[in-house]
């Protein structure tokens, strides 16, 4: 596994939680990396990506605001802070395969294996 996903937990409205992803064979390199989320009955959404020169995208508007991503070296987190119910699910980190991110799945060359965040009411 390429890609080490963690952090993920059971939370209260309103908490903070930092997502981890480690990289074990310097997949991060020259390349960006971002989370995506797939939410129970939902599609697959991308959340942020963190270009290869620290750079920071947040596509989603819900998160706009409460998410912060960064990159240091061989780890990128996802910062979550006053989580609401409407962010639970399965979270994932992936690393393109260009120095920019893009939207599509299909960029990503490496992916880890998911954290569940569950934000309870």
């Known amino acids: 596994v390429q890609l080490q996903a963690s952090g993920g937990g059971l939370v209260q409205t309103g908490d903070s939680l930092t997502l981890s992803c480690a990289d074990s064979?310097?997949?991060?390199?020259?390349?960006?990396v971002s989370w995506f989320r797939r939410a129970p009955g939902k599609e697959r959404e991308i959340v942020a990506t963190?270009?290869?020169?620290?750079?920071s995208t947040i596509w989603l508007d819900s998160v706009k605001g409460r998410f912060t991503i960064s990159r240091d070296r061989n780890t990128v987190k996802l910062q979550m802070n006053s989580l609401e119910p409407e962010d639970t699910a399965v979270y994932y980190c992936?690393?393109?395969?260009?120095?920019?991110?893009?939207?599509?799945?299909?960029?990503?060359?490496?992916w880890g294996q998911g954290t569940q965040v569950t934000v309870s009411s």
């Open positions: 992936a690393s393109a395969r260009r120095p920019y991110g893009s939207r599509s799945p299909a960029e990503y060359a490496y």
């Open positions: 064979r310097r997949t991060f390199s020259n390349n960006a």
């Open positions: 963190v270009d290869w020169k620290g750079g």
